[in-house]
Nanobody
């Protein structure tokens, strides 16, 4: 039922910044946590940053101090502010929404289609 659409990717020089957005729709009464993942060419998808329903955030060590995850006030848009970008950040970035199981909800992962981020050195 949840649909996620990423935007904001593009090409940037090393040291530059990008802000990714993820627009979510179709949310129900279920509880959700949201995260950003990325997948570089030839690599497995990896966790980048997450934010839970209480607003607590977490980050991969590789992006700590450079990336910031946030949500808008209605929690229907997820953001990833990326600063001091490095060539190693080049990847397709995916928005993820984890639906917690509950009385009327099944646990489920929802994924966006991804947005390309390319950082040139």
């Amino acid at each position: 039922q949840v649909q996620l659409v990423e935007s904001g990717g593009g090409s940037v020089q090393g040291g530059g910044s990008l802000r990714l957005s993820c627009a979510a729709s179709g949310y129900t009464y279920c509880n959700y946590d949201m995260s950003w993942y990325r997948q570089a060419p030839g690599k497995e998808r990896e966790f980048v940053a997450g934010i839970d329903s209480d607003g607590s955030t977490s980050y991969a060590d590789s992006v700590k101090g450079r990336f910031t995850i946030s949500q808008d006030n209605d929690k229907r848009t997820l953001f990833l502010q990326m600063n001091s970008l490095k060539s190693e950040d080049t990847a397709v970035y995916y928005c993820q929404s984890y639906q917690w199981g509950g009385s009327w909800c099944d646990s489920h992962n929802y994924w966006g289609q991804g947005t390309q981020v390319t950082v040139s050195s």
